[in-house]
Structure formats: C-alpha cells, structure tokens
C-alpha cells in the first residue's frame, strides 16, 4: 500500500536555527497537510496546501512557518527560527481529495527536538 | 466552532474482550465526516474507520466499529476481540464538508490510551 513518507525521524536543532522537515506524499494525491502533535497532548492542524499554495493555516502556522512543494514528489516544512515550543512531533498527511470523506493518510512523523 | 471530545484518557481491556472508546462532537454543520486513528508507541497515525454523516449504517472495518449515534453526537468506536496488538493511543477526529473547494482540517480530540492486557 502506498505511504506518506517522512525524513528524518529524528531532528536534533539549536533555538534560533533553522530546520526543513521532509515529506513525500502519496504520489496521486493532490492534498497535502502538516499536523504537529506536543509531547502528550492532541493532534494540532498546521496548514494545508493545495495547487501550490496555501489553503488553510492555523494561528500556530505563524511567519516562521512556510511549506514548498519545490518539485513534483517533496513537500516540505521549514521553521525559520525554531523555539523551544517548536519541540514536537511533526505529521505530514496527504489525501487524494478534500471533501469531508476522504482520509488523510499520515507519515510517520519527525521528531523535532529544539534545545 | 468545531469540537471533539475523548472523555477517557486511558482504558484497560482483557486480551479478547470488546472494548468501546467514546467520542462525541459538536459541530453545526449538516455534512461531515469522523475518523478514528490509531497512534502506537512507534508514533505513526494510522486510519481505522470514518463514518459520514449521512450514512444510514454503522461503518465497520474488521474489528473495528462505530457506534454513530448523530442525536447524540456521539462516534464511539468498538474494538471487538481485543488484541495486545490494539495497545495504542486512539484519536477520533473530524472533517466538516467542504463545499468551496477549499480543504478543510481534520479536528483530532485529546485521544484515549487503550491497554490491552493478557
């Protein structure tokens, strides 16, 4: 079954550097999502993003946050300046549509440590 | 506003019995969508079940089914022959209709942390 794809697992910054996390989609999907999950606490929607831009964001999605698809396979998040409430578990989703019924299938997330 | 409730933050279950995570939703929008993902120890988000809220039946999926109960608005999700494998965090989550083509965000509620024992 095709999957979300997500590097690295792991990521290890300093505050105040720069990060780009990585994803690559499920190839026929047209829809594609960045979620962030802090350590015990709930699913969080960062952005989605459709034809090449943005579609929705949510306040948390502030100007450190920009996501590119910079060619036909990756999509990417970059936190320009991370804090150390950037530290979290961050989820890419693809879906093939955007209507109510379609599922998001998920990576397996990169665990972004910020000390 | 949309809002997903998870009223359970943890579960106990014996090996091969039912278990029913609860789930209830508020929204005002007539058409919309609710998903139950499973989030193991290793961290990835795997879908389980969706159900529209236009479906007549209780979606099921293997072992897996939702107790919809729109009035209510509740979504809970059953987990028959409860297996060590099911010990995982659950989220139920929703999707409200999108009608302008714009994609709309899956709400997830704070989840609920099921552990199966032998």
């Known amino acids: 079954e095709p999957e979300v794809t997500q590097t690295p697992s792991h990521q290890v910054t300093q505050m105040g550097q720069e990060v780009i996390l990585r994803c690559v989609p499920i190839s026929n999907h047209l829809y594609f999502y960045w979620y962030r999950q802090i350590l015990g606490q709930k699913v969080e929607f960062l952005v989605s993003?459709?034809?090449?831009?943005?579609?929705?964001k949510s306040e948390i999605f502030d100007d450190q946050f920009s996501v590119e698809r910079p060619d036909g396979s990756n999509f990417t998040l970059k936190i320009r300046s991370t804090k150390l409430e950037d530290s979290a578990m961050y989820f890419c989703?693809?879906?093939?549509?955007?209507?109510?019924?379609?599922?998001?299938?998920f990576g397996s997330g990169t665990q972004l440590s910020v000390l | 506003a949309q809002k997903i409730t998870q009223t359970q933050p943890g579960m106990f279950v014996q090996e091969k019995e039912a278990v029913t995570l609860d789930c209830t939703y508020d929204?005002?929008?007539?058409?919309?969508?609710l998903f139950w993902y499973k989030q193991p120890s290793s961290g990835e988000m795997i879908f389980l079940i969706y159900?529209?809220?236009?479906?007549?039946q209780n979606a099921t999926e293997g072992r897996y089914s939702l107790n919809f109960q729109k009035a209510r608005k509740s979504a809970n999700l059953v987990i028959s022959a409860s297996q060590l494998g099911d010990s995982a965090m659950y989220f139920c989550a929703m999707r409200e209709m999108n009608y302008g083509g714009a994609t709309n965000k899956l709400i997830f509620g704070t989840g609920t942390l099921l552990a199966v024992q032998p």
């Open positions: 993003f459709y034809n090449n831009e943005i579609s929705e």
């Open positions: 159900q529209g809220s236009y479906d007549q």
């Open positions: 989703a693809s879906s093939a549509g955007d209507l109510s019924n379609e599922k998001l299938f």
């Open positions: 929204t005002s929008d007539p058409s919309y969508g």
